[in-house]
C-alpha cells in the first residue's frame, strides 16, 4: 500500500528519530510512504487564526499535491497532524477560507484556471495507518523482539485529540489508540490521568519555569502510576518531557519502539 | 356522482404566510366533483366549522376536503363537524398542507402547488369513498400498571379510589422504586421513606389494588378496552402466602456474598433476603445466584429455622392471564452508566460516587447507618466536590443530549445536609448552569449559598485523579478565568439518568413508540402528555422523560384521571378502517393470518354454490373487526387480492397515488 507522506520540518531537524524509524518501520510492514515533491512548513500553530488565509496556504498545497496522488496525506508529527486536518476541514466547510486560499493559488499559478481545491484529501495520521491499514493483530504478528514487560505510558498531548469534532482521532477525554499500540508492541500500557494535559509546548520558548511545571506534572503522574518510560508522536511533547522535566523518566518516540519492536534496531 | 366542498385553512399565518390559499381554494374549485371551495383564517374555530356546515347543507355535499393541519391534529374534529351535518364522519379527508407543506418550505409558488396537489390528491381519494359505521366493543373495568415505583402507585391508588381494580407488576421482589432508597427530598427535606412507605402500606391493603411483585409482562394481545396480558411471575423460592417477613431466613443465611442492589451495591446481603425493612410485599426472596442450597444442594438452612415452612426450593416460573381495559407504564429510569467517562475516575476511585450512592450513605437504613463515611477507608471526609452534568447534557456522544433535570436540585440538598451535619466539612460544586425552576426551588438553591456556605464553581471538571491518598478535582472557574485543582476526601457524580432498560421490551410489547433516549414517546407533547399514541396505553412518571418527585406524583394523578375515564365507559367506538375479505377471491393460503401482528384473522370452512344445485366447501379468511387495528399489512401480503382495507382501498390509494403523479 501507499501513501503520500508529509514529514514536516521538524522531523528534517530535530525529531529525525521520529521520520526515520517511521520509514523504516512502514518498510518492513509492507507500506510504501512516499514524500510528496516540494512540501513547504505546515506552519505549525500559525494557520489557525480565523482570518489568515495567506499562512494556510502550504498546507492547502500538500494537500492538493496529495490529491493528484492518491488522495490520502499520511502525517506524523502531531502538529502537523493537527494543521493540516484543520485547514483540509475549514477547504471543506468555510466558504470565505476556501474561495480565497483557491483565488490566491490560481492568481499565482499554482492551481490552474478551473481547477479547485475543496478538501478532497483524507488526511491520515501514522498511528491510524497502523490501526487500519495494517491492523493491530498484523501488526502484533510481525514483532520480532516484544517488549515484554515493559510498562510504557502513552502520551497524547493536546494536538493528536482536539479539537474533537474536526480531528476525531480518538475520545479526547479516554484515549486508546496509543495503548492499543502500545499492547501490540508486547509492551503494557501505563494508563495516568495527565496523558492527555498539554505539555506547555511553545511556552517553552517564553517562560521556562511555566513549562518546567507542566511537563513535571506529566512526568510525575506517569511514574506515581508506574510507568517506566513515556512514548510520543510530538517533537514539542518529546522536547519539553525531555528538557523541561527533573528528566527522571525516559520520553521516546513511538516510532523508535515500533522499529525496535520490529527487530530493525 | 358526488358533491364535494373543498376548505382551505390559513391556520393564521402558519399555512397563510407560505401558501397562497386563495389560489388553492379557486383551482380546487375547479377539480371534477368539486361543487363548493372556500378559504377561512381558522377552520378549527367555531365559525370555520359552522362555514362547513351550512355549505354541507346548503350545497348538499356528499363529502368534504379539509386542507389544514396534520389529520393526527383535527381530523375527529372536522368528522364531527361533517356528522352534525348530517355528513357520515368518514367522508372527510384531510390533505395536511401545514405539517407536510407550510411548515417545511419557504418558497410561496413551490409550496401552492404542492398544497394544490395534495388537495387534489384528496379529491381524488374522496370520490371513491363510502360511509363507513363504526362498530361497539365492551371495556374491561381493571387496569394494569406497570412498574411500582412512586409513578406507578400514585397512579393505582388513584385508580383503585375510582372504585376500579388495578393490579401492580413490579419486576423488583418490592414496590418502591427509586423513591424508597432516598434519604431526604426537596425542597421541603422530609424524609423520603415517612412519605412513601405509608402510600405503599395503602397500595398492599386496597381490596382493589393486586400487587404482583418480583413480575415482569410477558405477552400482550387486544386493543384498546380489550387487552390480555400474560404476566410472569419469578420464582422467588418462598411461598407468598406462608411467608410472614420475620426475617429468620435473613439471619441465618450463610451466604452473604450478594450485592445488596436496594444500597446501591455498596455493602452485601444474604442469598435470602426482604430488600428493605417497610418491603411491600413484606416477602423473601431467594436470590438463586448466590443460594448455596439451588448451587450445591447442601445447605437448607433457611428451609430448617423457617416456622410458617414459606421456603419452596422447587418453585419454577408461574404464569398468570389477565384481561385489562387499560395499561399504565411506569417502568421509572436508573442511572446511566459512566463507562465512558473514565475521566472522572469512577471506576477506579472507590470514593469517587454517584448521587444515588451518597443516598444510600446519608440515609439511616444505608450500609452506614447513615453516618457520612467514604467507602474506601469508612473515615469522614472533608473535602466533599460535586460535579453537575456527568452525562447529562453532552453533545459528544458520550452521554445524553437531554438535562437530567434532577440533579441541581437534588445537589444543592446534599450540599445543604451534609454542611448542617458535618458544618467542619468544606463543600465545593462545579455546575454547567444551576437550573431551579419550580415552586420554592430557587429559594432552596439560594439557602445553600448563602446560608450553608456551599462552594458553587461555574465550571467543568477534566479530570479526577488520585494523587498521594487525594482526589485531586481539576476543572475550570469560569467566572474567575483560573484552572483549579481541588484535593477532595469524596467526589459525587450527578450522573444523568436513562429510562429503565427493560423499558424497551415492553415498549415493544405494546405497540408503542419510544423517542432516540429510550423514553417513551407521548401522544401529544403539549395537549395529551400522559396518553401514549397507541390507544389504551398511558405513560406515568420517568418512562416518559425526565421529573422531580412533585412532578412525578402529578403526570401519575392525571394519568389515573385518563384511566378512569376510559374505564368508565361501558363501551368504546370501534375504527371502521378494518380489513375485509371477499370470499369469492381469497384462496385459503393463510398468509394474511401470518402477518397479522393482532391476531385478528381466522380461517373458517363456508359452503358455497357453485349453480346447478352444486355446493362446495372452502376454506376462507375471516377477519375479527373487533380486533382488527386496520395497519394493513394483510392487503399488501394477499397473493390473490382479496382482502381490503375499508376506509383505505386499494384502489383508493391508487387513486391517490395517481392524483400525486399527474399534473
Known amino acids: 500500500m501507499k501513501f503520500s507522506y508529509y514529514p514536516g520540518c521538524t522531523l528534517k531537524t530535530q525529531g529525525k528519530d521520529l521520520d526515520i524509524y517511521a520509514r523504516k518501520s512502514a518498510e518492513a510492514l509492507g507500506i510504501d510512504m512516499e514524500e510528496i515533491e516540494n512540501w513547504q512548513c505546515c506552519g505549525a500553530v500559525y494557520p489557525q487564526a480565523k482570518d489568515e488565509i495567506a499562512r494556510k496556504l502550504s498546507a492547502v498545497r500538500a494537500l492538493d499535491s496529495a490529491k493528484k496522488q492518491d488522495g490520502k496525506l499520511l502525517t506524523l508529527c502531531s502538529a502537523c497532524y493537527n494543521v493540516i486536518k484543520r485547514v483540509n476541514n475549514d477547504m471543506k466547510n468555510d466558504e470565505n477560507i476556501n474561495l480565497k486560499a483557491n483565488n490566491y493559488l490560481k492568481a499565482t499559478g499554482y492551481l490552474a484556471e478551473g481547477d479547485e481545491y475543496n478538501g478532497e484529501t483524507e488526511v491520515i495520521h501514522y498511528l491510524e495507518m497502523l490501526r487500519d491499514t495494517v491492523g493491530w493483530a498484523n501488526l502484533k504478528a510481525k514483532v520480532v523482539n516484544p517488549l515484554k514487560g515493559v510498562k510504557i505510558g502513552a502520551y497524547y498531548g493536546c494536538l493528536l485529540l482536539r479539537p474533537s469534532s474536526v480531528l476525531q482521532f480518538d475520545n479526547p477525554e479516554n484515549p486508546t489508540i496509543l495503548e492499543d499500540f502500545i499492547k501490540a508492541i508486547g509492551a503494557t500500557p501505563v494508563v495516568y490521568a495527565m496523558r492527555n494535559e498539554c505539555c506547555g509546548a511553545y511556552v517553552s520558548l517564553k517562560d521556562k519555569e511555566v513549562v518546567k511545571k507542566t511537563a513535571n506534572r506529566i512526568v510525575n503522574n506517569a511514574k506515581a502510576n508506574g510507568a517506566d518510560m513515556l512514548i510520543t508522536a510530538c517533537p514539542a511533547c518529546w522536547y519539553n518531557l525531555n528538557h523541561n522535566s527533573d528528566g527522571s523518566l525516559p520520553v521516546k518516540y513511538l516510532t523508535e519502539l515500533l522499529a525496535q519492536a520490529l527487530g530493525l534496531i | ?663
Open chain 2, 1 to 663: 356522482m358526488q358533491r364535494i366542498g373543498v376548505f382551505v385553512c390559513w391556520c393564521g399565518s402558519n399555512i397563510a404566510a407560505t401558501v397562497d390559499v386563495k389560489r388553492v381554494a379557486e383551482t380546487l374549485g375547479q377539480e371534477p366533483g368539486v361543487v363548493y371551495s372556500a378559504d377561512y383564517q381558522y377552520m378549527c374555530s367555531e365559525n370555520g366549522q359552522q362555514l362547513i356546515k351550512t355549505a354541507i347543507k346548503e350545497h348538499g355535499l356528499t363529502g368534504i376536503v379539509v386542507c389544514s393541519c396534520s389529520p393526527r391534529m383535527h381530523e375527529a374534529t372536522f368528522r364531527k363537524t361533517a356528522e352534525s351535518a348530517g355528513l357520515n364522519p368518514y367522508m372527510v379527508e384531510i390533505a395536511n398542507i401545514r405539517e407536510q407543506v407550510s411548515w417545511i418550505h419557504k418558497d410561496i409558488e413551490e409550496a401552492t402547488v404542492k398544497a394544490i396537489i395534495l388537495g387534489r390528491t384528496a379529491i381524488a381519494k374522496l370520490l371513491l369513498n363510502t360511509p363507513l359505521t363504526a362498530g361497539e366493543t365492551g371495556v374491561t373495568k381493571r387496569a394494569l400498571v406497570i412498574g411500582g415505583g412512586i409513578a406507578g402507585i400514585q397512579t393505582a391508588l388513584d385508580i383503585a379510589e375510582a372504585g376500579y381494580e388495578v393490579d401492580i407488576v413490579e419486576q423488583r421482589p418490592t414496590i418502591g422504586g427509586r423513591m424508597a432508597q432516598l434519604d431526604k427530598t426537596f425542597p421541603t427535606l422530609d424524609c423520603a421513606a415517612c412519605i412513601l412507605t405509608p402510600k405503599m402500606v395503602d397500595c398492599a391493603q386496597n381490596e382493589k389494588i393486586d400487587i404482583l411483585s418480583y413480575s415482569e409482562v410477558e405477552e400482550v394481545k387486544g386493543f384498546v378496552g380489550n387487552f390480555t396480558v400474560k404476566i410472569r411471575k419469578k420464582a422467588r423460592y418462598i411461598d407468598e402466602k406462608k411467608c410472614t417477613g420475620c426475617g429468620i431466613c435473613m439471619s441465618v443465611c450463610p451466604s452473604k456474598k450478594g450485592l445488596n442492589e436496594f444500597n446501591m451495591n455498596l455493602n452485601n446481603r444474604p442469598a435470602a433476603y426482604i430488600p428493605f425493612a417497610q418491603a411491600i410485599p413484606n416477602v423473601a426472596v431467594i436470590d438463586p445466584e448466590q443460594c448455596i442450597k439451588l448451587k450445591t444442594g447442601k445447605c437448607g438452612l433457611c428451609s430448617m429455622k423457617c416456622e410458617a415452612k414459606a421456603i419452596d426450593y422447587t418453585q419454577q416460573d408461574s404464569f398468570v392471564e389477565r384481561n385489562y381495559g387499560a395499561i399504565v407504564v411506569a417502568t421509572g429510569f436508573k442511572i446511566a452508566d459512566l463507562k465512558y467517562f473514565n475521566e472522572y475516575g469512577y471506576a477506579d476511585n472507590k470514593d469517587v460516587i454517584t448521587s444515588l450512592e451518597l443516598e444510600r450513605l446519608m440515609n439511616a437504613a444505608g450500609p452506614t447507618k447513615g453516618t457520612l463515611l467514604r467507602p474506601s477507608d469508612n473515615t469522614h471526609p472533608h473535602v466533599i466536590t460535586f460535579i453537575q452534568c456527568v452525562g447529562s447534557r453532552d453533545i459528544s456522544g458520550c452521554g445524553k443530549p437531554y438535562c437530567s433535570k434532577i440533579c441541581c436540585m437534588y445537589t444543592a440538598k446534599h450540599a445543604m445536609l451534609i454542611r448542617e451535619k458535618y458544618p467542619d466539612t468544606e463543600v465545593h460544586v462545579f455546575y454547567i448552569d444551576v437550573r431551579t425552576p419550580g415552586k420554592n426551588y430557587d429559594e432552596f438553591y439560594r439557602r445553600a449559598v448563602e446560608q450553608y456556605d456551599v462552594d458553587y464553581i461555574k465550571g467543568m471538571v477534566g479530570k479526577v485523579y488520585n494523587e498521594n491518598g487525594k482526589l485531586m478535582v481539576q476543572g475550570s472557574d469560569l467566572l474567575s478565568n483560573e484552572q483549579i485543582t481541588i484535593a477532595s476526601d469524596l467526589v459525587v457524580l450527578a450522573a444523568a439518568i436513562e429510562p429503565e432498560p427493560s423499558v424497551r421490551k415492553i415498549a415493544t410489547l405494546l405497540t408503542t413508540s419510544i423517542d432516540t433516549n429510550n423514553f417513551l414517546t407521548e401522544a401529544h407533547a403539549k395537549l395529551r402528555p400522559v396518553e401514549s399514541p397507541t390507544a389504551g396505553i398511558f405513560l406515568s412518571g420517568m418512562c416518559q422523560g425526565p421529573k422531580d418527585i412533585p412532578e412525578t406524583v402529578s403526570q401519575a394523578s392525571a394519568c389515573a384521571a385518563k384511566v378512569i375515564g376510559l374505564l368508565a365507559k361501558d363501551k368504546l367506538k370501534c375504527n371502521p378502517c378494518v380489513s375485509i375479505s371477499d370470499d369469492s377471491m381469497c384462496i385459503g393460503c393463510g398468509t394474511c393470518a401470518n402477518v397479522c401482528p393482532y391476531g385478528a384473522i381466522t380461517y373458517v370452512d363456508k359452503e358455497f354454490r357453485l349453480g346447478g344445485g352444486k355446493t362446495e366447501v372452502r376454506r376462507v379468511a375471516s377477519v375479527n373487526e373487533a380486533v382488527c387495528q386496520g395497519c394493513g399489512a394483510c392487503t399488501v401480503a394477499c397473493p390473490s387480492g382479496a382482502i381490503d382495507l375499508k376506509g383505505f382501498t386499494t384502489k383508493q390509494i391508487m387513486a391517490e397515488v395517481e392524483a400525486v403523479c399527474k399534473r
